[in-house]
């Protein structure tokens, strides 16, 4: 046959129909989407498999620390415990929360936990004394500057915030990075790209030519013209990589989660024990400042309220687990760093089979023999003279731009944790894909909190990473006022071209 009829193919002697082409299209096409969804579920398997090793990881040091705090506390406290034991439970389950990605301000969870537990045990320790709310109002304020509990509850409030937000930060990467690319390689083809993709892959069927290969530089700049604004992902994409492997080391080094969360229990029985020991003290100070309590007709055997025998607390290590973790986290990121522009060789030399580039007997799209087009440079920018597939470079793809957002606000909150502030996260239950803002603590000011109302938060402005494609190295306030800039300047363009595009 002639091929007159032919619309994708070269027209030339054909053994192909109009209805033969035409399935032909709709094959290739549904295979490269097939191809593209199969590439990106190998990516999104690995991100996966990391953030579930972590968050295992994670979520076992809170439980055994839990779990280690209700086993030993029993018979070291008694009453001390037995009564407050909902105080101890309620901080494990904020701190479960907050590391989920619940809204909650970290600081302020630890703070009310400690002064609760301070009414809770002030009372406990004076059974003789009959003490109201007001008076515990009172004795909270007064006893606070006398530090009742030691040093304990400031140092775990830095040390605890730091890995906390560190850790929630680092495994939500992974989830955001895997939701990416799925969004991504959902992303269906273009009419230009599918005739391109059928001229690539079955245009020599018609021909006769079903054993030749296509060109590898033909295929090259088929792939690259249709994956042009997949291509555009990869500089945020490797600032997210990159940033996941600076907060892996502060998680298995100055932020170590394994010494903190693993001996949290350690350090509360070490803040009651101060408390005892301080008793009488604080007590004499309280009632200076507060008055003396009236004393209580109720008869109370105080025994069980002190301290019984002393029993050793343990914090099992497993930072040998934690390092094996990290290590294996950052060479895959290593690997992962390149996945959107190396995308188009991958799928040529691996699903499409393209010959080698030397090779003079390979399909070009027109015939047998040589490809002389050079090979177009990677993202929609670059496609402006691809010869094989038509790009309009001034429409980029509107589901890509808002993915290469969340890999900027995701790169964002790393740089944050990095520098242990705190960033404000959607609850789980949320879309992965929203954006978020916070707050900070930085060392000299934590414990000056603001209110817990949300409204009277002060916003903050957040730091990107430095952005040199070697991860993150600090912030100042030059550039957290740039970031700022930065990311309001590509909320209004973002706007701008969707209202531009339609």
């Avoid at 990605?101 to 059974?127: D, M, V, Y």
């Avoid at 954006?435 to 930085?442: A, I, K």
């Avoid at 938060?457 to 306030?477: C, F, L, N, V």
Wanted: charged share 25%.
């Amino acid at each position: 046959v002639l091929g007159e009829h032919l619309r994708i193919c070269p027209q030339g002697y054909t053994c192909c129909t109009s209805e033969m082409e035409e399935n032909f299209a709709n094959k290739s096409r549904s295979e490269f989407e097939a191809m593209m969804k199969e590439a990106g579920r190998s990516v999104q398997t690995t991100l996966t498999a990391q953030h579930r090793s972590f968050d295992s990881y994670f979520q076992d040091l809170l439980n055994k620390s839990e779990k280690a705090l209700y086993d030993a506390f029993p018979s070291m406290y008694g009453e001390l415990y037995t009564q407050n034991m909902k105080v101890f439970k309620d901080l494990y389950s904020e701190l479960r929360r907050y590391y989920r990605g619940s809204n909650i301000n970290l600081e302020e969870a630890l703070n009310e936990f400690w002064t609760r537990l301070l009414e809770r045990l002030f009372k406990l320790l004076n059974p003789q004394y009959h003490i109201t709310d007001e008076y515990l109002d009172c004795m909270v304020k007064h006893a606070e500057q006398h530090r009742p509990f030691g040093e304990v509850p400031r140092d775990l409030k830095v040390k605890a915030t730091r890995a906390f937000i560190a850790a929630r930060s680092y495994a939500q990467g992974f989830l955001v990075g895997s939701d990416v690319v799925k969004k991504v390689s959902q992303v269906s083809l273009s009419h230009e790209c599918t005739r391109a993709i059928m001229k690539l892959m079955y245009c020599p069927h018609c021909r006769g030519m079903s054993s030749v290969k296509p060109c590898n530089n033909y295929c090259l700049n088929v792939v690259k013209g249709c994956l042009a604004n997949q291509a555009d992902l990869n500089t945020e994409w490797k600032y997210l990589m990159d940033s996941l492997a600076v907060v892996a080391d502060r998680i298995d080094g100055p932020y170590n989660v394994d010494t903190v969360i693993g001996t949290i229990h350690m350090r509360i029985a070490e803040a009651i024990s101060n408390l005892q020991e301080n008793k009488d003290s604080l007590t004499a100070k309280v009632f200076q400042g507060c008055g003396n309590p009236k004393i209580s007709t109720k008869s109370s055997s105080s025994e069980d309220k002190k301290r019984r025998g002393k029993v050793p607390l343990e914090a099992k290590s497993s930072a040998q687990a934690l390092e094996m973790l990290v290590l294996d986290a950052k060479g895959n990121l290593t690997a992962l760093k390149t996945y959107w522009i190396t995308l188009p060789s991958n799928l040529c030399s691996k699903k499409v089979m393209a010959s080698s580039a030397a090779d003079d007997k390979c399909w070009n799209g027109m015939t047998k023999g040589s490809y002389l087009p050079e090979v177009m440079g990677d993202g929609l920018a670059n496609q402006i003279n691809n010869p094989e597939v038509e790009v309009d470079i001034t429409k980029p793809d509107m589901t890509i731009r808002q993915q290469i957002m969340q890999l900027k606000i995701m790169t964002n909150r790393l740089g944050n944790a990095n520098i242990g502030n705190d960033v404000d996260f959607q609850d789980a239950s949320d879309d992965m894909s929203g954006s978020g803002s916070g707050d900070s603590c930085p060392d000299d000011v934590c414990g000056k909190r603001l209110s817990k109302s949300p409204s009277t938060r002060q916003p903050e402005t957040h730091a990107i990473p430095k952005q040199s494609g070697h991860g993150i190295s600090g912030a100042s306030s030059r550039s957290s006022s740039s970031a700022f800039l930065l990311l309001l300047l590509l909320s209004v363009a973002f706007l701008a071209t969707q209202h531009w595009c339609r």
